[in-house]
Protein backbone atom coordinates (compact mmCIF):
# COMPACT_ATOMS: atom_id res chain seq x y z
CA UNK A 1 0.00 0.00 0.00
CA UNK A 2 1.55 3.37 -1.00
CA UNK A 3 1.77 6.16 2.01
CA UNK A 4 -0.32 9.30 1.39
CA UNK A 5 2.09 11.81 3.16
CA UNK A 6 0.44 15.31 3.77
CA UNK A 7 2.75 18.00 5.41
CA UNK A 8 0.93 20.45 7.58
CA UNK A 9 2.93 23.94 7.73
CA UNK A 10 2.56 27.62 8.28
CA UNK A 11 3.87 30.61 6.51
CA UNK A 12 6.76 32.20 8.43
CA UNK A 13 9.61 34.57 7.45
CA UNK A 14 12.51 32.96 10.23
CA UNK A 15 14.86 29.91 10.07
CA UNK A 16 12.08 27.53 10.16
CA UNK A 17 10.42 28.90 7.07
CA UNK A 18 13.85 27.81 5.49
CA UNK A 19 13.81 24.55 7.04
CA UNK A 20 9.96 23.53 6.15
CA UNK A 21 10.49 24.48 2.12
CA UNK A 22 13.96 22.57 2.31
CA UNK A 23 12.09 19.65 3.90
CA UNK A 24 8.87 20.14 1.56
CA UNK A 25 11.08 20.33 -1.76
CA UNK A 26 13.49 17.26 -0.99
CA UNK A 27 10.47 15.12 -0.20
CA UNK A 28 8.82 15.57 -3.20
CA UNK A 29 12.28 14.44 -4.93
CA UNK A 30 12.43 11.63 -2.89
CA UNK A 31 8.42 11.14 -3.44
CA UNK A 32 6.54 12.83 -6.13
CA UNK A 33 3.03 12.43 -4.34
CA UNK A 34 3.40 14.98 -1.13
CA UNK A 35 0.14 17.14 -0.65
CA UNK A 36 1.06 20.33 1.52
CA UNK A 37 -1.60 21.93 3.81
CA UNK A 38 -0.69 25.85 4.34
CA UNK A 39 -1.86 28.11 6.78
CA UNK A 40 -0.96 31.23 6.84
CA UNK A 41 -2.25 32.11 10.69
CA UNK A 42 -0.67 35.93 10.75
CA UNK A 43 -2.18 37.87 8.19
CA UNK A 44 -2.71 40.90 10.72
CA UNK A 45 -0.91 43.03 12.94
CA UNK A 46 -3.36 42.71 15.72
CA UNK A 47 -2.50 39.32 18.01
CA UNK A 48 -6.05 38.52 18.88
CA UNK A 49 -7.15 38.53 15.57
CA UNK A 50 -4.16 36.27 14.64
CA UNK A 51 -5.25 33.79 16.87
CA UNK A 52 -8.77 33.85 15.58
CA UNK A 53 -7.51 32.72 12.46
CA UNK A 54 -5.12 29.71 14.30
CA UNK A 55 -8.26 28.41 15.71
CA UNK A 56 -10.18 28.67 12.17
CA UNK A 57 -7.31 27.61 10.84
CA UNK A 58 -7.01 24.26 13.24
CA UNK A 59 -11.37 23.48 12.81
CA UNK A 60 -10.80 23.85 8.76
CA UNK A 61 -7.29 21.28 8.64
CA UNK A 62 -9.59 18.02 10.26
CA UNK A 63 -11.52 18.96 7.44
CA UNK A 64 -9.11 19.11 4.91
CA UNK A 65 -6.93 16.04 5.72
CA UNK A 66 -8.09 12.68 4.20
CA UNK A 67 -8.49 9.44 6.12
CA UNK A 68 -6.17 7.35 4.05
CA UNK A 69 -2.96 10.49 4.69
CA UNK A 70 -0.11 9.76 6.86
CA UNK A 71 0.42 13.47 8.29
CA UNK A 72 3.73 15.66 9.19
CA UNK A 73 3.20 18.57 11.30
CA UNK A 74 6.57 20.65 11.01
CA UNK A 75 5.87 22.84 14.04
CA UNK A 76 4.56 21.54 17.52
CA UNK A 77 3.99 24.78 18.65
CA UNK A 78 1.89 26.16 15.93
CA UNK A 79 -2.09 26.33 17.52
CA UNK A 80 -2.37 24.08 14.55
CA UNK A 81 -0.86 20.69 16.05
CA UNK A 82 -3.96 20.72 18.04
CA UNK A 83 -5.74 19.56 15.41
CA UNK A 84 -3.82 15.94 15.74
CA UNK A 85 -5.77 15.31 18.56
CA UNK A 86 -9.00 14.82 16.59
CA UNK A 87 -7.70 12.98 13.77
CA UNK A 88 -7.03 9.15 13.87
CA UNK A 89 -4.40 9.21 10.77
CA UNK A 90 -0.96 8.16 11.46
CA UNK A 91 1.14 11.64 12.51
CA UNK A 92 4.57 12.43 13.01
CA UNK A 93 5.22 16.08 14.21
CA UNK A 94 9.38 17.55 13.74
CA UNK A 95 10.21 19.08 17.12
CA UNK A 96 12.83 22.14 16.96
CA UNK A 97 13.16 22.94 20.35
CA UNK A 98 12.02 23.70 23.97
CA UNK A 99 11.91 27.28 25.52
CA UNK A 100 8.28 26.90 27.39
CA UNK A 101 4.95 25.79 26.78
CA UNK A 102 2.87 28.12 24.01
CA UNK A 103 0.40 30.58 26.13
CA UNK A 104 -2.42 28.58 25.15
CA UNK A 105 -2.24 25.71 26.96
CA UNK A 106 -2.77 27.80 29.89
CA UNK A 107 -6.40 28.14 28.87
CA UNK A 108 -7.02 24.39 27.39
CA UNK A 109 -8.53 22.21 30.33
CA UNK A 110 -7.14 18.90 30.45
CA UNK A 111 -4.65 19.30 27.45
CA UNK A 112 -1.03 19.86 28.00
CA UNK A 113 2.10 20.42 25.58
CA UNK A 114 3.44 16.97 26.74
CA UNK A 115 -0.35 15.67 25.99
CA UNK A 116 0.00 16.81 22.51
CA UNK A 117 3.70 15.21 21.89
CA UNK A 118 2.66 12.38 22.97
CA UNK A 119 -0.23 11.78 21.16
CA UNK A 120 2.30 11.11 17.75
CA UNK A 121 3.24 8.40 16.52
CA UNK A 122 6.84 9.47 15.91
CA UNK A 123 8.70 12.72 16.77
CA UNK A 124 11.78 13.62 14.84
CA UNK A 125 14.25 15.66 16.34
CA UNK A 126 16.57 18.22 14.23
CA UNK A 127 19.58 17.56 16.90
CA UNK A 128 20.63 15.45 19.77
CA UNK A 129 19.84 18.35 21.92
CA UNK A 130 16.67 18.80 21.31
CA UNK A 131 15.83 14.56 22.00
CA UNK A 132 17.30 15.31 25.34
CA UNK A 133 14.84 18.28 25.91
CA UNK A 134 11.91 16.01 25.07
CA UNK A 135 13.00 13.40 28.01
CA UNK A 136 12.58 16.35 30.88
CA UNK A 137 8.87 16.54 28.80
CA UNK A 138 8.32 12.71 29.79
CA UNK A 139 7.93 12.14 26.18
CA UNK A 140 8.18 8.27 25.14
CA UNK A 141 11.83 8.74 23.27
CA UNK A 142 10.89 5.08 22.05
CA UNK A 143 9.01 7.18 19.51
CA UNK A 144 11.55 9.42 18.83
CA UNK A 145 14.34 10.07 16.33
CA UNK A 146 17.18 12.68 15.64
CA UNK A 147 16.80 13.52 12.06
CA UNK A 148 19.29 16.61 11.50
CA UNK A 149 18.43 19.44 8.64
CA UNK A 150 20.38 19.78 6.03
CA UNK A 151 21.90 22.11 3.82
CA UNK A 152 21.60 23.21 -0.23
CA UNK A 153 25.30 22.40 -0.98
CA UNK A 154 24.99 23.46 -4.90
CA UNK A 155 23.65 26.97 -3.41
CA UNK A 156 25.92 27.14 -0.06
CA UNK A 157 29.07 26.87 -1.26
CA UNK A 158 32.45 29.15 -0.62
CA UNK A 159 32.07 32.45 -3.08
CA UNK A 160 34.63 34.36 -4.43
CA UNK A 161 32.08 37.53 -5.14
CA UNK A 162 31.98 40.28 -2.23
CA UNK A 163 29.06 42.32 -1.57
CA UNK A 164 30.77 44.25 0.40
CA UNK A 165 34.04 46.26 0.27
CA UNK A 166 34.92 46.72 4.49
CA UNK A 167 36.34 44.04 6.94
CA UNK A 168 32.98 42.58 8.36
CA UNK A 169 31.90 39.91 11.37
CA UNK A 170 28.95 38.50 10.48
CA UNK A 171 25.57 37.84 12.87
CA UNK A 172 23.20 36.32 11.35
CA UNK A 173 19.33 35.67 12.82
CA UNK A 174 16.60 37.19 14.59
CA UNK A 175 17.36 39.31 17.62
CA UNK A 176 15.39 37.75 20.30
CA UNK A 177 16.88 37.60 23.71
CA UNK A 178 17.87 33.66 23.49
CA UNK A 179 20.45 35.28 20.27
CA UNK A 180 22.76 36.83 22.83
CA UNK A 181 23.11 40.53 21.24
CA UNK A 182 24.11 41.85 24.29
CA UNK A 183 27.43 39.95 24.37
CA UNK A 184 27.90 40.11 21.02
CA UNK A 185 27.99 43.85 20.91
CA UNK A 186 30.15 43.32 24.43
CA UNK A 187 32.47 41.03 22.48
CA UNK A 188 32.86 44.06 19.23
CA UNK A 189 33.66 46.89 22.20
CA UNK A 190 35.89 44.65 22.74
CA UNK A 191 37.69 43.91 19.49
CA UNK A 192 37.57 47.48 18.17
CA UNK A 193 40.26 47.95 20.72
CA UNK A 194 42.97 45.89 18.57
CA UNK A 195 40.52 46.30 14.84
CA UNK A 196 39.35 49.96 15.26
CA UNK A 197 37.42 49.86 11.47
CA UNK A 198 35.96 46.33 11.54
CA UNK A 199 32.21 46.00 11.15
CA UNK A 200 29.40 43.83 12.83
CA UNK A 201 26.84 43.08 9.73
CA UNK A 202 23.71 42.13 11.85
CA UNK A 203 21.56 39.96 8.68
CA UNK A 204 17.82 39.20 9.85
CA UNK A 205 15.16 40.85 10.60
CA UNK A 206 13.94 41.36 14.42
CA UNK A 207 10.71 42.62 15.31
CA UNK A 208 10.15 46.44 16.90
CA UNK A 209 10.91 45.22 20.62
CA UNK A 210 13.75 43.35 19.90
CA UNK A 211 15.44 45.70 17.33
CA UNK A 212 15.07 48.57 19.60
CA UNK A 213 17.23 46.60 22.32
CA UNK A 214 19.36 45.92 19.76
CA UNK A 215 19.92 49.31 19.28
CA UNK A 216 20.10 50.16 23.15
CA UNK A 217 23.32 47.60 23.10
CA UNK A 218 24.74 49.23 20.39
CA UNK A 219 24.93 52.45 22.19
CA UNK A 220 25.26 51.75 25.34
CA UNK A 221 28.76 50.00 24.16
CA UNK A 222 29.73 52.94 21.41
CA UNK A 223 29.11 50.49 18.78
CA UNK A 224 26.74 53.51 15.97
CA UNK A 225 29.00 53.45 13.71
CA UNK A 226 30.43 49.70 13.66
CA UNK A 227 27.14 48.18 13.65
CA UNK A 228 25.40 47.77 9.98
CA UNK A 229 22.02 46.38 9.83
CA UNK A 230 20.77 44.65 6.55
CA UNK A 231 17.52 42.76 7.59
CA UNK A 232 16.27 40.40 5.12
CA UNK A 233 19.15 39.45 2.30
CA UNK A 234 18.06 37.02 -0.95
CA UNK A 235 19.07 33.07 0.19
CA UNK A 236 21.07 33.19 -2.88
CA UNK A 237 23.32 35.85 -1.99
CA UNK A 238 23.91 34.21 1.54
CA UNK A 239 26.80 32.39 0.34
CA UNK A 240 28.47 35.68 -0.85
CA UNK A 241 28.26 37.16 2.58
CA UNK A 242 29.13 34.49 4.89
CA UNK A 243 32.35 33.71 2.20
CA UNK A 244 33.22 37.70 3.01
CA UNK A 245 33.13 37.59 6.51
CA UNK A 246 35.78 37.10 8.30
CA UNK A 247 33.82 34.93 10.94
CA UNK A 248 30.50 33.85 11.95
CA UNK A 249 29.52 35.42 15.83
CA UNK A 250 27.04 33.10 16.43
CA UNK A 251 27.07 32.93 20.44
CA UNK A 252 23.29 32.14 20.78
CA UNK A 253 21.78 30.42 24.00
CA UNK A 254 19.47 28.49 22.81
CA UNK A 255 18.80 26.82 19.45
CA UNK A 256 16.88 23.84 18.08
CA UNK A 257 19.56 23.49 15.39
CA UNK A 258 21.49 26.41 14.41
CA UNK A 259 21.34 27.21 10.89
CA UNK A 260 23.30 29.45 10.38
CA UNK A 261 26.41 27.74 11.87
CA UNK A 262 26.01 24.80 9.14
CA UNK A 263 25.61 27.47 6.18
CA UNK A 264 28.53 29.17 7.23
CA UNK A 265 30.58 26.03 7.57
CA UNK A 266 29.59 25.19 3.73
CA UNK A 267 30.84 28.47 3.00
CA UNK A 268 34.14 28.42 4.38
CA UNK A 269 33.30 31.18 7.16
CA UNK A 270 35.16 30.35 10.37
CA UNK A 271 32.35 29.76 13.29
CA UNK A 272 33.06 31.16 16.59
CA UNK A 273 29.59 29.85 18.21
CA UNK A 274 28.34 28.53 22.08
CA UNK A 275 30.29 25.87 23.97
CA UNK A 276 26.67 24.16 24.58
CA UNK A 277 24.43 21.73 22.42
CA UNK A 278 23.42 21.76 19.68
CA UNK A 279 25.95 24.15 18.30
CA UNK A 280 29.25 22.50 20.06
CA UNK A 281 27.10 19.29 18.83
CA UNK A 282 27.04 21.08 14.76
CA UNK A 283 30.85 22.26 14.86
CA UNK A 284 32.28 19.19 16.12
CA UNK A 285 34.57 18.19 18.69
CA UNK A 286 37.62 19.49 16.25
CA UNK A 287 36.45 23.57 16.29
CA UNK A 288 37.19 25.42 19.65
CA UNK A 289 33.50 26.49 21.03
CA UNK A 290 33.27 29.73 23.37
CA UNK A 291 31.11 30.51 26.71
CA UNK A 292 28.18 32.63 25.63
CA UNK A 293 28.28 34.16 28.36
CA UNK A 294 31.94 35.48 28.63
CA UNK A 295 32.59 38.07 25.94
CA UNK A 296 36.65 38.05 26.85
CA UNK A 297 36.41 34.52 25.85
CA UNK A 298 34.35 35.16 22.59
CA UNK A 299 36.56 38.32 21.15
CA UNK A 300 39.95 36.20 22.45
CA UNK A 301 38.76 33.58 19.76
CA UNK A 302 37.89 36.25 17.64
CA UNK A 303 41.20 37.49 17.57
CA UNK A 304 43.11 34.11 17.10
CA UNK A 305 41.24 34.27 13.93
CA UNK A 306 41.87 37.08 12.48
CA UNK A 307 45.35 37.13 13.87
CA UNK A 308 46.61 33.47 13.03
CA UNK A 309 45.87 32.78 9.30
CA UNK A 310 46.83 29.29 9.99
CA UNK A 311 44.81 28.82 12.65
CA UNK A 312 41.88 30.34 10.30
CA UNK A 313 42.54 27.97 7.34
CA UNK A 314 42.21 25.20 9.93
CA UNK A 315 38.84 26.11 11.40
CA UNK A 316 38.43 26.98 7.21
CA UNK A 317 39.39 23.26 6.37
CA UNK A 318 37.38 21.45 9.14
CA UNK A 319 34.18 23.15 8.92
CA UNK A 320 33.80 22.79 5.23
CA UNK A 321 34.10 18.52 6.03
CA UNK A 322 32.18 18.97 8.77
CA UNK A 323 29.09 20.81 6.70
CA UNK A 324 29.00 17.88 3.86
CA UNK A 325 27.46 15.77 7.19
CA UNK A 326 24.13 17.89 7.16
CA UNK A 327 21.91 17.31 3.39
CA UNK A 328 18.56 18.08 2.54
CA UNK A 329 18.50 14.37 0.13
CA UNK A 330 19.86 12.52 3.39
CA UNK A 331 17.36 14.36 5.76
CA UNK A 332 14.18 13.64 3.73
CA UNK A 333 15.23 10.19 3.34
CA UNK A 334 15.44 9.69 7.02
CA UNK A 335 12.22 11.09 7.18
CA UNK A 336 10.47 9.05 4.63
CA UNK A 337 11.82 5.79 6.58
CA UNK A 338 11.13 6.96 9.89
CA UNK A 339 7.05 7.02 8.55
CA UNK A 340 7.28 4.20 7.15
CA UNK A 341 7.40 4.76 3.31
Same mark, same amino acid.
Given at each position: ??? #????? +??????? &????? %????????????????????????????????? !????? &?????????? *???????????? +?????????? @???????????????????????????????????????????????????? =??????????? @?? $????????????? &??????? %?????????? #???????? *????????????????????? &?????????? !??????????????? @????????????????? $?????? %??????????????????????? %?? @? +????? =??????? !???????????????????? #???????????? #?????????
Amino acid at each position: MTI #KICVI +TEKRTDA &INIVN %EALIDNLRIQKKQIKVISFNNKPFSLASLNFLI !EIINT &IRLIFLIDKE *DTLLFTDPLSFN +TLASLFVHNK @KYVVFYHYEKDPFYYKVLPSISYSTVLNSFDGIMCISKFTFSQLKTLHINIE =KCKVVYCGVDH @KL $FKPSLCRLFDYDY &ILSVGSE %EPRKNMKNIM #KTMQILRN *DYPNIKLLKVGKANDQNRKRT &ISYVKKYGLS !ECVIFTDYVEEADLP @KVYSGAQLLLFPSLLEG $FGLPVV %EAMSCGCPVVTSNINPMKELVGV %EQ @K +TVNPN =KPIEMAA !ECKKILQNNKYRNTIIRNGL #KRGKMFNWTTTA #KEVLKFIGY
